[in-house]
């Protein structure tokens, strides 16, 4: 397997490419990547090959990575998992920005601990598109309502909206991309919601043709996980 440095530098072609292709600039998307059950040496790694932004799926790992890491200045952990209310406390500690947020009351209850910590942090709300019952996300008939729960929390700064589309299914995904931009332009436009996290390994290109500013990469720079879907 060809190492981690190299596999970041051709997801960044990668990304260079589908946005030069689509008419945007290379800088116009943010590569989050994805360590989440790989050890924090390959976060390491990754680092010194300049990647910043790290996203993670569970909470207490998130916490205990972000703990191991704390001698490396400027890097963002990006919580991209499902956050139970439980949970809350945690993220709130550790992560930069949060993917996730589905419900008034997560919305709530992740306002409540930033606000004992005295914290501040962008958040997305995730709609799921496809009413897949093995996904979370807000249904979007319900997006408006936690959209208002989240402008309703002063320490949740609200920047945007995040899907995942089914797996190795390109058509599906695109359309799954597109609903999502159409939801944005109906809650506010990319003026109030300028931040869309969609496309990970095997779909980047297609999110980035439909407006993703933030793709999500996990196994095409730090392999296949054995436990875990690709990301």
């Known amino acids: 397997?060809?190492?981690i440095a190299r596999?970041?530098?051709d997801v960044r072609d990668r990304i260079?490419?589908?946005?030069?292709?689509?008419g945007r600039e290379p800088g116009s998307v943010k590569l989050v990547a994805v360590s989440k059950t790989k050890p924090a040496a390959a976060v390491r790694e990754a680092y010194a090959a300049g990647q910043r932004a790290f996203g993670e799926n569970y909470a207490q790992e998130l916490e205990q990575k972000a703990r191991e890491l704390a001698d490396l200045p400027d890097i963002e952990w990006h919580f991209i998992g499902h956050l139970q209310t439980n949970k809350a406390k945690l993220i709130a500690r550790a992560a930069h920005?949060?993917?996730t947020v589905d419900s008034a009351v997560l919305a709530r209850e992740l306002g409540k601990r930033l606000r004992a910590?005295?914290?501040?942090i962008p958040v997305l709300v995730e709609v799921n598109i496809g009413a897949e019952p093995?996904?979370?996300g807000a249904p979007p008939a319900e997006l408006a309502a936690v959209l208002a729960a989240v402008r309703a929390e002063p320490e949740l700064s609200l920047r945007g909206l995040m899907t995942m589309p089914p797996a190795d299914?390109?058509?599906?995904a695109r359309r799954v991309f597109e609903t999502l931009v159409t939801l944005r332009n109906l809650h506010g436009g990319a003026a109030v919601l300028p931040e869309l996290s969609m496309g990970m390994t095997g779909d980047l290109e297609v999110a980035?043709?439909?407006g993703s500013t933030m793709v999500r990469v996990g196994t095409a720079i730090f392999g296949a996980r054995a436990t875990s879907a690709s990301a």
């Open 134 to 136: 093995q996904k979370h």
């Open 117 to 120: 910590l005295g914290r501040t």
């Open 97 to 99: 920005v949060v993917h």
């Open 169 to 172: 299914e390109l058509d599906t």
């Open 16 to 22: 260079a490419r589908a946005a030069r292709a689509a």
């Open 1 to 3: 397997m060809i190492g």
């Open 7 to 9: 596999a970041l530098a």
């Open 208 to 210: 980035i043709a439909a």
